[in-house]
């Protein structure tokens, strides 16, 4: 689709920009856009996308990024921590899953599934690893939320992690107070 160049005058009056400010995005002269607004210069194709792309540029909203909306208050349990010790912990901070590390690495997840898939008093004794599901996702602070939200749809949680740090965690929760 090409861009209506009638409307230039309207887009850069709401972009809050000077004919001299904009023609300096767009790399074009500033008495071209003058022109152009007034009518009295019907620009080549390769003006138009010129336009067009400086337009795009100064419309787009950035995408929010994992680090936007992660929770950086993470807890974990140890592979060997009592399954008890961790119904106490999610308990006690309100929460349905924890990631499982050994030696600083992620290992695994426990989620109230994790319980409910065994006899839970069974389960009382056991070590975290004995009844951990896969760790789930690992990206990066700057992964875009749209991709998240793809992830989400199969994992219960997202981990952060930077230089081989766990440095936060995205749950649908996350996500739902971003779009507040």
Do not use: C, W
């Not at 997840?109 to 009844?131: G, H, M, R, V, Y």
């Amino acid at each position: 689709m090409v861009f209506d160049i009638t409307n230039l005058k309207r887009i850069r009056k709401q972009l809050n920009l000077t004919q001299h400010e904009f023609a300096k995005k767009a790399g074009i002269s500033q008495s071209m856009v003058a022109k152009i607004e007034s009518g009295k210069l019907d620009p080549t194709y390769s003006y138009v996308k010129k336009i067009e792309q400086a337009i795009e540029q100064l419309t787009k909203t950035e995408e929010l990024g994992a680090k936007d909306i992660m929770n950086t208050k993470v807890i974990t349990v140890n592979k060997d921590e009592k399954v008890k010790n961790i119904i106490k912990l999610l308990t006690r901070y309100n929460i349905s899953q924890v990631p499982v590390i050994n030696k600083n690495m992620i290992v695994g997840l426990i989620t109230e599934s994790s319980f409910l898939e065994n006899d839970p008093k069974d389960t009382l004794n056991q070590s975290a690893e004995d009844i951990m599901k896969e760790s789930p996702p690992i990206i990066a602070k700057t992964t875009k939320v749209s991709i998240i939200i793809q992830l989400l749809k199969f994992y219960p949680i997202i981990l952060v992690k930077e230089a081989g740090k766990l440095i936060g965690v995205i749950t649908k929760a996350d996500i739902l107070k971003s779009l507040k």
